[in-house]
């Protein structure tokens, strides 16, 4: 029942797109707006069913406003999920259509790339609204985000090396790299480049390939056999839930730090990772360079500043880091803990400076009646 799921995870407001004409189906989820419009990807995937796209819309979309919000950001959170699939059905229209669903929510959400979509694609989207980030560098935007959310991951085992491997960089740490895409082939090019020894894989043996020739020296294995290998530090590159009631037993490493979303299949597995004794990097404090390189194109796009604000990611898993022992809590929890306050903060602040205008009916004027 689409209004209870929606109830359940919390959600703002929800919107269903259909264009007979272009053939658009799709959904935006707004999840919080309380630190600022709610930016977000746009996902597009062959959902086997609504509900399947549904769930997918608000789980993403809520996990954004956590991201935002921890990665200091005054941002809310949002996603969209086109339902289609991108080898076949994209088109101008179907693009151009989305943007004009995007334009009419009047800036309380932003679009960007996602799973299934590109810099090109948003640019037809760009054509009907000025809420998307993520655009050509030619129209002031900032291009792929993938650069940026692999420093940020680095940034995040930089932090995480030194709470468990007394100060000890990444130099010579075995770090077993999942999924060879846009974020792992930028990853593993700057472990190798710290002297770090990779082992990586991907279900693509063309991804394989790419990476393999551009870094000779690491070394690739079976995409089922990577949770085994002997290493320090997992990174999980690929798809959510690789850390599940089967591969936590598996793993061999003391940090677990990697661009995924929803790398936990489910929230306990966070307080099982610590009574192991495996240092979690949460998922969306790491892998939030990416937004952080968007959110700067609002403001005019820098490259200066983005690269500034995402390794400013290894101040923040240190603090997360502290919370979480301070506390004695899951890392995770921390994480989500420090977002929450955070947005709970400004809105007390905010209800606070605008109560008296509340009663006296107007925020502007006061005392006209
Ligand atoms: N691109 C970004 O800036 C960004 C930002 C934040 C989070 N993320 C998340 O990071 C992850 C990677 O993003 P991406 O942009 O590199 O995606 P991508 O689609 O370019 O790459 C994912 C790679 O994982 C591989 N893969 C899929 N299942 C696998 C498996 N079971 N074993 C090994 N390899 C597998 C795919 O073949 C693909 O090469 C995604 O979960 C994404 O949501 C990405």
């Known amino acids: 029942m689409p209004l209870t799921k929606i109830r359940e995870y919390g959600h703002e407001q929800v919107i269903i797109n259909q264009s007979k004409e272009s053939g658009l189906a799709s959904i935006i989820a707004i999840h919080d707006t309380t630190l600022g419009p709610a930016l977000g990807g746009c996902r597009m995937f062959p959902y086997a069913s609504d509900e399947e796209a549904l769930v997918d819309a608000l789980r993403l979309s809520?996990?954004?406003?956590?991201?935002?919000?921890?990665?200091?950001?005054?941002?809310?959170?949002?996603?969209?999920?086109?339902?289609?699939?991108?080898?076949?059905d994209k088109s101008e229209a179907?693009?151009?259509?989305?943007?004009?669903?995007?334009?009419?929510?009047?800036?309380?959400?932003?679009?960007?790339?996602?799973?299934?979509t590109d810099v090109n694609d948003m640019e037809y989207i760009f054509m009907e609204?000025?809420?998307?980030?993520?655009?050509?560098?030619?129209?002031?935007?900032?291009?792929?985000?993938?650069?940026?959310?692999a420093l940020g991951v680095l940034q995040g085992m930089r932090a995480a090396c030194e709470a468990v491997f007394d100060g000890d960089g990444l130099t010579g740490r075995r770090v077993a790299v999942q999924g060879l895409g846009h974020v792992?082939?930028?990853?593993?090019?700057?472990?190798?480049?710290?002297?770090?020894?990779v082992i990586a894989c991907d279900i693509d043996p063309e991804k394989v390939r790419l990476a393999k020739a551009e870094n000779p020296e690491i070394e690739v294995v079976d995409d089922k056999k990577i949770f085994d290998v002997d290493m320090d530090i997992f990174a999980p590159c690929a798809m959510g839930s690789a850390i599940n009631d089967d591969t936590i037993n598996r793993l061999k490493a003391k940090v677990i730090c990697g661009a995924a979303n929803n790398q936990l299949d489910r929230d306990e597995l966070g307080a099982e990772l610590a009574g192991k004794k495996v240092l979690y990097a949460p998922d969306y404090l790491v892998n939030a360079g990416g937004l952080i390189n968007v959110s700067v194109e609002l403001e005019g796009y820098s490259r200066e500043r983005a690269l500034r604000l995402t390794r400013n990611i290894y101040y923040n898993t240190l603090k997360i880091l502290r919370l979480a022992r301070k506390e004695g809590i899951p890392t995770n929890l921390a994480a989500d803990r420090l977002a929450e306050e955070r947005i709970n903060s400004v809105a007390r602040m905010r209800s606070a400076f605008t109560a008296f205008h509340r009663v006296r009916g107007s925020e502007h004027k006061p005392f006209s009646r």
Do not use: W
């Open 62 to 88: 809520r996990g954004m406003t956590y991201k935002a919000a921890a990665a200091g950001l005054n941002l809310g959170g949002g996603k969209a999920v086109i339902v289609g699939d991108p080898k076949k």
């Open 129 to 149: 609204t000025a809420s998307v980030t993520g655009v050509d560098a030619s129209h002031g935007g900032s291009g792929d985000p993938s650069p940026f959310t």
């Open 184 to 197: 792992g082939f930028h990853l593993i090019k700057m472990l190798v480049e710290e002297g770090s020894k």
């Open 94 to 116: 179907l693009f151009r259509s989305f943007g004009r669903s995007v334009e009419s929510l009047g800036g309380r959400y932003i679009t960007a790339e996602d799973v299934g």
